[in-house]
């Protein structure tokens, strides 16, 4: 079943999602629905369960044909500097250069409860700290630099009012 994306504004985006303390079937079935939420969205490559109203450390992804999960997730260590222009599955149409560190280190748990580590750069280390940002309330306009947040801010204000139907730039979504 797919849910309904949350969008900025939902004060959902902006709270703290609880860590899973049993990994059972109800959590499988979410991880079922996170994918189908996902696939059925436009150019999304990952989904952190607060972006479907649900306050649980959980994200999914999708990238280059590889569908895992990843379970209360933290990052251990990261560094580098990587710019990119981000953009986020519940911001649509908005993608702002962000700079961020380059590599992390992310452990965490997988459906069987297994500890996971990753260590990864680009793109995938800009998905994990973008998706373990939404399990701590943070959203792409807290890493921005000042400037960037009031021209996004008045951007994302336009594309509000806005009649017009979105264009799908078909940019890959966090
Ligand atoms: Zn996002």
Not at 60 to 80: A, F, K, L, Q, Y
Not at 116 to 136: A, K, S, T
Not at 138 to 145: E, G, I, N, Y
Request: proline fraction near 5%; aromatic fraction near 6%; glycine fraction near 6%.
């Amino acid at each position: 079943m797919a849910y309904e994306i949350r969008t900025y504004g939902d004060p959902v985006l902006k709270s703290k999602a609880a860590p899973v303390t049993d990994i059972n079937g109800k959590v499988a079935r979410l991880v079922d629905d996170m994918f189908v939420t996902l696939h059925e969205s436009d150019s999304g490559l990952a989904l952190a369960a607060p972006q479907i109203g649900v306050q649980k450390q959980i994200v999914v992804w999708d990238i280059d044909d590889e569908m895992r999960t990843i379970i209360n997730p933290t990052i251990v260590e990261s560094d580098g500097e990587w710019v990119y222009s981000e953009g986020c599955l519940s911001i649509p149409e908005l993608y702002v250069d962000i700079l961020r560190p380059n590599r992390v280190l992310v452990r965490g748990l997988d459906l069987d409860g297994n500890e996971l580590e990753f260590e990864v750069d680009e793109l995938m280390g800009r998905m994990f700290q973008h998706e373990i940002d939404h399990l701590n309330g943070v959203l792409m306009f807290d890493r921005m630099t000042t400037d960037q947040r009031k021209q996004a801010q008045t951007a994302w204000r336009e594309l509000q009012e806005s009649s017009d139907p979105a264009q799908s730039r078909h940019v890959p979504l966090l």
